[in-house]
T-cell receptor, first 110, second 115 residues
């Protein structure tokens, strides 16, 4: 089945620093999604990407859909304590089912 | 985006018993999805539930173990049958919506512990 390689697995950063994480795949996709999951909660959709090369922002978050359609990255600028959580990339299959990356655990140190 | 609730939010169950998880949406949706998130892991799709038809299960998941009901366009249940400790996970339902059908919105999840 589809497999998404997400890195890094975890990150420890100082408050105010910028963060970058990415996902790659051997398959081509038409959609890339980025979710954040807080402890005890379900994932929340942050950004959705539908076009190769597309660069989309949501506040301090910026995500890009790779030109090859096999990868995507998410950047967070000027991190704050509430950015702590697990970030997942996801892609959509032919039957609208989502495949998730392994997640990036982000810790923001004061 | 749709507002999704799940019941129970958490439960501790004995081996060999079954638990039914409910998912309620505040608007009518065509497709609902059930995912499993094992401890420290990512989300894995169990099945897709459409109203009026049998659920479609992903490889590795079977109806006898995870029967699903979808009686109307706002509600679905997932049953975890004959539970074992390996079934300890967070179970999440989601619905499509947003700008495009590919975008899914998730409920808060049901944290299940099997002793």
């Amino acid at each position: 089945g589809q497999q998404l390689n997400q890195s890094p697995q975890s990150m420890f950063i100082q408050e105010g620093e910028d963060v970058s994480m990415n996902c790659t795949s051997s398959s081509i996709f038409n959609t890339w999604l980025w979710y954040k999951q807080d402890p005890g909660e379900g994932p929340v959709l942050l950004i959705a990407l539908y076009k190769a090369g597309e660069l989309t922002s949501n506040g301090r978050l910026t995500a890009q859909f790779g030109i090859t359609r096999k990868d995507s990255f998410l950047n967070i600028s000027a991190s704050i304590p509430s950015d702590v959580g697990i970030y997942f990339c996801a892609t959509s299959g032919s039957a609208r089912q989502l495949t998730f990356g392994s997640g990036t655990q982000l810790t923001v140190l004061p | 985006s749709a507002v999704i609730s799940q019941k129970p939010s958490r439960d501790i169950c004995q081996r060999g018993t079954s638990l039914t998880i409910q998912c309620q949406v505040d608007s009518q949706v065509t497709m609902m999805f059930w995912y499993r998130q094992q401890p420290g892991q990512s989300l894995t799709l169990i099945a897709t539930a459409n109203q009026g038809s049998e659920a479609t299960y992903e490889s590795g998941f079977v109806i006898d173990k995870f029967p699903i009901s979808r009686p109307n366009l706002t509600f679905s249940t997932l049953t975890v049958s004959n539970m074992s400790p390996e079934d300890s996970s967070i179970y999440l339902c989601s619905v499509e919506g947003g700008r495009a059908v590919d975008e899914q919105f998730f409920g808060p999840g049901t944290r299940l512990t099997v002793l």
